[in-house]
């Protein structure tokens, strides 16, 4: 099997990796490099440093590194995010006088100016033609604006979670996963949607990242977990599930007697 050199390169905090071939350029991890995209000219930070993968694990076509990141670069990057700035102010007014019912959210400029992307929420379609209009006579450039949903709305604000850490979304997740309420019916999580939604009001990302150990589980055990909230017997007397733990496969029993015990699946009869 045939093997390609390729390095993981973003272009924005917790975006997308995507891979390019280093060819003869000294790369390593955390170095600035400019590529080229169907965007253009890129600038773009080197997250996964050289590593061999098999050609046929590769998505066609594979484009080179252009070059390494200069001092100029690094400060065209920093001149492009103050003019992104002024741009979401006046995109902002354009949108106000035009009355649309839109919320901005971020603008991005390109690395070489070439376009400017305005990205936005709204319930429905948006006429936005005008808008464009006024955009592009302001600007002089290529104006694109873009609707997003709220999950990449909250990725791009970022913000704290209920856990008091800030969103895996805007921190380090390159792409959404599929999350289910099944998945939390497997870990047995209160399906109360404000427990188990993030602030983007869908379901929490890290809904996920254990449900693969859950799954197993429930594929290996031979006899079905106690339902929370049934009667049951036990050897220590009748009583009403509280409590199911998976990992260690015990159910907590309150006792019609008022005494609680944790006991294994194994020795819980539910009450016919």
């Not at 400017?116 to 104006?143: H, M, N, P, Q």
Request: aromatic share 6%.
């Amino acid at each position: 099997m045939q093997m390609k050199t390729v390095v993981g390169i973003r272009f924005k905090k917790a975006g997308k990796i995507y891979y390019f071939d280093p060819g003869d350029l000294v790369i390593k991890a955390e170095d600035h490099v400019i590529v080229e995209t169907a965007r253009g000219q890129e600038f773009g930070e080197v997250v996964i440093g050289p590593r061999e993968v098999p050609e046929t694990a590769i998505v066609a076509p594979l484009k080179a590194v252009q070059r390494m990141a200069t001092a100029q670069d690094e400060q065209k990057v920093r001149e492009n995010a103050a003019k992104e700035e002024e741009a979401l102010r006046i995109c902002g007014q354009k949108i106000r006088f035009h009355k649309l019912p839109m919320n901005l959210v971020d603008v991005e400029y390109t690395f070489d100016v070439n376009k400017i992307i305005f990205y936005f929420t709204a319930e429905g379609r948006i006429d936005f033609r005008e808008l464009v209009k006024d955009l592009a006579s302001v600007f002089r450039t290529r104006i694109e604006l873009r609707q997003i949903g709220v999950r990449d709305e909250a990725k791009m604000m970022g913000g704290i979670g209920c856990c008091g850490r800030s969103l895996c979304c805007s921190t380090f997740l390159g792409d959404f996963e599929p999350v289910s309420i099944r998945m939390a019916k497997e870990q047995h999580l209160s399906l109360n949607p404000t427990k188990i939604s993030g602030i983007c009001g869908r379901l929490m990302c890290c809904l996920k990242y254990e449900n693969d150990a859950y799954s197993s589980a429930a594929h290996c055990k031979k006899i079905t977990p106690p339902v929370i909230g049934r009667d049951v017997v036990t050897i220590d007397g009748e009583g009403k599930v509280s409590i199911v733990n998976p990992q260690k496969r015990t159910a907590t029993v309150q006792l019609s007697t008022g005494k609680t015990i944790e006991i294994p699946w194994e020795e819980v009869v539910e009450k016919e």
